[in-house]
């Protein structure tokens, strides 16, 4: 069966190139007409050799997912492909999309999310393309599809009532099947392969450890439901805000102490009887670790990961190298230097890392950002790296805290946090990036806030795999003793700019580990606020967000 397909006469936006991962902006100016499906046909009229085959399609279920991915099955079908597997209610995390697109060999795939950024009517919606390898489109694609969308006049549709997506189905919108897949299983089945379940499950199992993951409203309750609660036995109640609704239920579904305070809280008071927890983002490729009155930093995460690869079945026998995002801590690099693994220095953006583990360069991969993952999918996951700590703490009987102080008695303390300077005016933000820029050659070997400066540049990276190179990756200032201050814009926000100043300074001596980190950090706050302006040029007297 053939349906007509009909091209509609469009005309260009402005603005519509994608950021760190994927373009995001306000509901409200995707829901205009012609703006979503511009930018989808722009990615159709990149791609080349669709005809006949299978797209991924699912997002967050944030508010407008439920439109946008009727939308674009329509257009799906006038750009020719022959199948497309869509999660049942539009549901796919993004590393579950990841998944399904490798394991059944897809073209490629369309995700739905802003990730962390909050949803709603008045919140953020996002769209991003992911190869065929499951991992986001690098830079080479994305810039094609921005040029692509300011000439855009036309997108092409096919008329056909909304496919209904609430159980699984198969249905045809001319010659194009959609299939609508459970959004849980391929992923459970991914996961339940490279963790030693049966132990988790007897540490599940111990009436002495009580663990709370917090979905936050977000797309990982039901993946969370299904695996902790489901295949792992853990108690019911253990997944705490499982449902995901439209708005995150008012919240901000990003997990750090500032969103996820009330998990931080429980664990922190004795009186909970918690002795784990965990949270993950808006799709679930983000997360964050608890311990009892103990937050892990998500450097230090990666680096435990990586230093305890030995105990983990799909690690065993050996990572090929490990990878990490230049403003993440060098925690991770101490960890590869010891146990003789290649370490790689990336810029922000998980796209960056497809080559290492498409390469065979990287096993495991992580961000500052709440995120880690492996070559088992090509994005971050969040529960994977759930999964992974609790093998840990099955396998050596210890809880999150202990084990990460024992990673610092053995590998010295990576003190680091991130403060964020969000929504400030984009002038500003691009003025203070700029006039750090100018400094950048005055730098090295001055003296700014009592502290010497030994090095200073702007992070450029050249891919040891495909050779392309990324310029203006974020302006670093590097001391003697091995602290860094790293400032960079975000190229997730969608009003106005945000300013991150990572922090990072190395600390040897175990008697000083437990020092507070911003009180360790302070000297390298002053020398920020001296180098940089902060406040005089964006008003703002400290930041929004500590993480
Ligand atoms: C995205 C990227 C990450 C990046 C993060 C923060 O995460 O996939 O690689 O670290 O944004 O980026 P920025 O500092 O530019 O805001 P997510 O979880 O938002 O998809």
Redesign the pocket.
Same mark, same amino acid.
Do not use: A, M, V
């Given at each position: 069966m053939t349906t007509k397909v009909i091209t509609i006469p469009s005309t260009p936006f402005a603005g519509q190139k994608p /950021?760190? @991962?994927g373009l995001r902006k306000k509901v409200s100016v995707f829901s205009q007409p012609r703006y979503l499906e511009n930018f989808v046909q722009a990615i159709f009229d990149t791609l080349s050799g669709q005809e006949g085959q299978t797209l991924v399609l699912g997002g967050d279920g944030r508010y407008y997912n439920d439109v946008a991915i009727q939308t674009i099955l329509r257009m799906a079908a006038a750009a020719g492909f022959g199948r497309v597997l869509v999660g049942r209610g539009g549901i796919l995390s993004?590393p579950a999309a990841s998944a399904v697109i490798r394991k059944w060999r897809a073209f490629g795939g369309i995700i739905l @999310?802003a @990730?962390?950024?909050p949803g709603g009517p008045d919140g953020d919606f996002g769209i991003k393309y992911n190869l065929g390898n499951g991992g986001?489109a690098n830079e080479g694609f994305t810039d094609a599809v921005y040029l692509r969308t300011q000439s855009i006049d036309a997108y092409r549709t096919v008329e056909t009532p909304d496919v209904d997506l609430g159980r699984i189905d198969e249905v045809n919108i001319g010659d194009m099947c959609v299939s609508i897949i459970d959004p849980v299983a391929d992923y459970a089945e991914l996961l339940e392969s490279l963790f030693d379940f049966d132990r988790i499950a007897a540490l599940l199992a111990r009436p002495d450890f009580r663990m709370r993951f917090d979905a936050m409203h977000a797309v990982t309750g039901p993946y969370a439901h299904a695996i902790l609660e489901g295949r792992l036995g853990a108690p019911a109640g253990t997944v705490v805000n499982g449902t995901p609704l439209p708005d995150f239920g008012d919240g901000h579904p990003d997990p750090n102490p500032v969103y996820a305070a009330d998990l931080v809280a429980a664990l922190a008071d004795a009186g909970s009887g918690l002795s784990f927890g965990a949270a993950s983002?808006g799709?679930g490729?983000?997360n964050m670790i608890v311990g009892r009155d103990f937050v892990v930093s998500p450097s230090d995460s990666l680096a435990v990961l990586a230093a305890n690869h030995a105990l983990i079945p799909a690690y065993a026998a050996g990572l090929a190298g490990v990878a990490r995002?230049m403003p993440t801590s060098c925690a991770l690099d101490r960890v590869a230097e010891a146990l003789g693994m290649a370490c790689y220095e990336t810029p +922000? /953006?998980? %796209?960056y890392f497809g080559t290492l583990l498409d390469a065979g360069k990287a096993t495991l991969c992580g961000?500052? @950002?709440a /995120?880690t993952g492996s070559n088992h999918v090509r994005e %971050?996951d969040g529960l994977w790296a759930v999964l992974y700590w609790l093998n840990i703490l099955a396998v050596r009987g210890e809880l999150a805290e202990d084990v990460v102080r024992d990673h610092w008695r053995r590998f010295g303390r990576n003190v680091y946090s991130r403060h964020d300077y969000e929504g400030i005016a984009t002038a500003a933000g691009d003025r203070l990036m700029a006039e750090l820029r100018d400094r950048l050659p005055r730098l090295p070997g001055s003296e700014c806030a009592g502290l010497r400066i030994k090095a200073a540049d702007d992070f450029a990276y050249t891919d040891p795999v495909d050779g392309s190179r990324s310029e203006r990756q974020g302006v670093r200032i590097m001391l003697d003793d091995g602290s860094r201050v790293v400032f960079?814009l975000?190229? +997730? /926000?969608t009003e106005g700019a +945000?300013l991150?100043v990572y922090l990072e300074r190395y600390v040897a001596d175990p008697d000083r580990h437990e020092v507070p980190t911003q009180e360790a950090l302070a000297p390298l706050v002053r020398l920020a606020e001296t180098v940089a302006q902060i406040a005089s040029i964006t008003g703002r007297q400290t930041p929004d967000v500590i993480s």
């Open positions: /950021g760190t @991962s993004t @999310s @990730s962390h950024n986001p983002d799709d490729d983000r995002s +922000t /953006g998980w %796209k961000e500052e @950002s /995120g %971050k960079r975000s190229g +997730t /926000g +945000t991150r």
